[in-house]
């Protein structure tokens, strides 16, 4: 493509951008599909010769926008958000344009250093102390299994790296989570080689949060068994209901235990930025992983996980490889990205948080996340103001479990509640205008409203509670 | 950021693309600067108030631009091409501008069906049999640890998975690779739990290419030892010198021992859309998994790694989970991406795939290629043609690996021709004009001169010997 042809479409693409922003209401937040649909539109075979750009933007609008799921849309309540910001588009523009790889600091010094500055402001915004260094990770995923490696090979003196987990058959590592923990900590479990069963899921209280009393029984009993305690997962916001693990219980336990405590606030790691939520992050400072996603609630492009350590020698020392053909003269001097997580090749990610950072300023974005946070407290009222509905879980942050409630359908039990309030869900989501989830919580089926896109609004959230009612009397 | 702003600035930066596309050549391919060069130039805190985007863009330019590593640059010869292209970077800003997260179908149907229809487009392209099903990773590296992963649950009938490597003290999993293979397989052994002794280097022949008799030797001996051998990763184009591991006999001696084969061709993979080219990749369609990089020799943005498994079965089996909040009305029927690799999250990565596939067609695609392996042919034949110059490596693609070799410092013995063509490369990267990397065959310092850029023309090719040679002569 030439750069007069570059030059016309781009400006074209950013007006149609400029134009799906300004109008992404019009569409509806869930496509009407079956799986299939896309595909059996699109030719079996990539063509031989080359097609107009033009041919191929008519057709990314008439198959395949049809098809998009609207994260962007202000009536998005579904999963959790993975909110971003024009600031943040042109970030990842400039960044697909300069099509660096940031594997180490000679083959982009500025997306290395970048980086380093940008996980630093963070660091400072969300309060963790010095000695805490940021890296940028795809996923909050990925972050979690990186912090389980470490605390392998931290537990094992770095044998396992070389033996692998052959000669520890008498002492298994074992690692602790709530049951309401991630999926993810299950994934990276199996993923190095620990082994599902050596997750042990510790009690949650009323309130969803982990128990610290089951957290001490269950690493006494491992003890006793001979098994080798190794790290604990603790939430600040659990997926389904963004219940707090206590930090500080926790963080005394894995002192004593010399466990790993890697903490996931994938979501609500965001709203450590404000002072007033700052209590829930206590004992943050005594971990030695943290885990949060600006490409969810900080207007920044998925992806972007920010993953801070507490000692990177052994984050680096888990994951260095020293192949001859990646050394170059600074290797001494130098951060070199490559070591501090599982891929080589990264992205220079650090534009888009820039811009996001400094467009918003720090005041900015504080704003923007207090008024999720006031729509939810409201939402949250409406639901327990209503006699029909039943809140299902603290709100301390943007997500607002419940259900409806009907007496008649109560009646008939807990199953005829649960299939009610899927049905519910269903007939929600089919009218296009919003997009929510459900979860379980106590066994039960829960609506689940998760309020953090970029544009929503006082009115979106009332007419996301109005469409809720309205559909719950139409059943 | 309103629309009207973001209209503006996209404009703006649209501009600025097409001319630094255009004008990249005016640019230093390496920098000239020394770590932290960039970082003391930025403040430590984050502003508290909202900058305008017209301070941040200046500060793009003038702070971040001069530190920049130009990839893009047609006289970048280092490490691997990550090429790239306008439709590429257009697909980035559309993916961008959408923000979806394609972890499960319902999340955006459009993001993954689009990929199984691209994937499938590359499938045809490269010649892989029906069978195998493709998903785009993000990088080979963690392609290669999927990839791992696989073989290893399939050994030990997902049993790893659920109780971990312990009981297997006796019977150690084995997996076998070149000398000559990638660092990520050492990665991913480690991290998965193998432990880096169970790594077996297998020797390589005088092309650099793997030695069947030795890895039946070598599976010989671990059997013999109660050892099980588990997976061999075969490589097609390795880093150092593109050397072609030979597959037939690999996928022979895999089958008889039932090892998984993960043939890693990141780089070379690419070729395998020119017929004249498969003949390399003969075997291929034996493989249990297969990775190669569109962002390295395609025309798409990094990151865009494209992973092909035979048995998708076993893949979803390694990597599934299902916590009650991920589950959608459409689990059984549609495809559900989450399930196909690590990370849960994953960007709209295959539009960008598309707009390339369909801008170019395959013809464009292969018209490019065969410019590059034509340029390295006409290089190599410089190389051998000088007296002073000797090639230390075969080119069957597009890496030429070679070294200065006067004879009055070839006298003074080996030490002293590796330190005079480090010396060398310093000399040539500090002039700005290219820039290319090193390596070690058979503990000879190379230096190495990859080419694959999209721009990348004769006269870059032509710039660069006689710059080499100039500055082998004023030393």
Redesign the interface.
Known sequence: ???????R???D???W??????GVEAYPV??D???????RR?P????????A?E??LKD?RTL?????????HPRFF??FP?????????G???S??????AMV???????T??E???M???R??IGLPESFRGVIQ?????AT?VAL?CA?ERATDFA??????????AA?LRVYCSREA???V??GL?????????LVPIAVDNELALDPTDLAQKIAADREQGLTPCAVVATVGT??STALDPLVPIADLADRHRLWLHVDAALAGSAAILPEKRAMFDGLERADSFVFNP?KWLFT???CSAFFCRDPQTLVRT?A???????T??DS???NLRDWG????R?FRA?KL??V????????LQARLREHLGLAQEFMQWVVADPQFELLAPVPLQTICFRHCPPEVAAAGAEALDRHNAALL?RVNATGQLFM????LRERYCL?LSIGQTETRREHVVAAWRLIRDCAQAR
């Open positions: 493509m030439q750069a007069e042809e570059f030059r479409h781009g400006h693409l950013i007006d951008v400029a134009d799906y922003l300004q869930l496509p599909l079956q799986p299939g649909d896309v595909r699109l079996a075979e990539p063509p031989r010769e080359p097609e750009m041919t191929i990314f395949i926008l049809p098809a998009v799921t609207h994260w962007n579904a999963y993975a909110n971003q910001s024009g600031p943040s588009i042109l990842e523009l400039l697909a344009a300069l099509g660096v790889n600091w000679q083959s982009c010094p500025a997306a250093e970048l380093e500055v940008v630093d402001w963070l400072r915004m795809d996923t909050a995923s990925t299994i490696l392998r396992t790296n070389e033996h692998g987990f052959y000669a520890r058959t298994a991630h999926s993810s299950e994934k199996k993923a190095a080689g620990f082994g599902r069963e050596h997926t389904s490409h492009n998925f992806d994951f490889i020293d192949p001859e053909y990646l050394r003269a600074f001097g130098a951060t599982l891929a080589l090749g992205r534009l820039w811009f950072l400094r467009s918003y300023g720090v005041e900015g269903q989830t459900h979860t379980r689940r």
